[in-house]
C-alpha cells in the first residue's frame, strides 16, 4: 500500500487541528473556572459573613436552624465545594497546580464545620468523589 502525499498532508492536517482543538478546549475551561470563581467571590462581597470566620464557626450550632443566612450559608459552601471538586478534577488531583491556581487551603479550613457536619447527614460523603473528599481531609488534618 503507497501512501501518498496527499495521504500523509491530511493526517498532517487532521494531528494539528487536533491538537489546536485541544488547546482551545483547556484555554476555554480555564476561563471557565476563572468566571466561576468570580461569581463565587461576588457572592461573598455581596454577604460577606459567608467568609467571616466568626460567622462559618456558628453552623453547627445553627445549622437546624431556618434563618435565611444559615440557609444561604449551606448553599452557598456547597456551591463552593462544587466548584473546588471541579477545579481538582481539571488539574487532577494536583495539589501544587490547584494551589498555585488558587489558595484552596484557607476556603476549604475556613468552611470545615460545614463540610464536616453537613444539615443533611452523609450529603458530602455520598456526593463527591473519593479522590476529592481526600484531598479536603488532608487540609483538615
Not at 495521504?7 to 485541544?22: D, K, P, R, Y
Not at 475551561?29 to 466561576?36: G, I
Not at 462544587?82 to 491556581?101: A, G, H, Q, T, V
Not at 487551603?105 to 475556613?110: E, G, L, M, S
Amino acid at each position: 500500500m503507497d501512501i501518498t502525499a496527499a495521504a500523509i498532508a491530511t493526517l498532517i492536517s487532521s494531528s494539528v487541528a487536533t491538537i489546536v482543538t485541544l488547546l482551545i478546549n483547556k484555554k476555554n475551561e480555564v476561563k471557565n473556572l476563572n468566571d466561576q470563581l468570580d461569581d463565587i467571590i461576588k457572592i461573598a462581597i455581596q454577604y460577606p459573613y459567608l467568609e467571616s470566620p466568626s460567622f462559618t464557626q456558628t453552623w453547627n450550632a445553627n445549622k437546624e436552624n431556618d434563618e435565611e443566612k444559615y440557609l444561604r450559608y449551606e448553599n452557598y459552601c456547597t456551591l463552593l465545594f462544587n466548584y473546588l471538586e471541579r477545579l481538582c478534577k481539571f488539574y487532577k488531583f494536583d495539589k501544587l497546580k490547584i494551589e498555585k491556581f488558587m489558595n484552596i487551603k484557607d476556603w476549604v479550613r475556613i468552611h470545615k464545620d460545614c463540610w464536616q457536619n453537613p444539615s443533611i447527614p452523609f450529603e458530602n460523603n455520598d456526593g463527591y468523589c473519593e479522590s476529592f473528599k481526600k484531598l479536603v481531609e488532608s487540609y483538615l488534618k
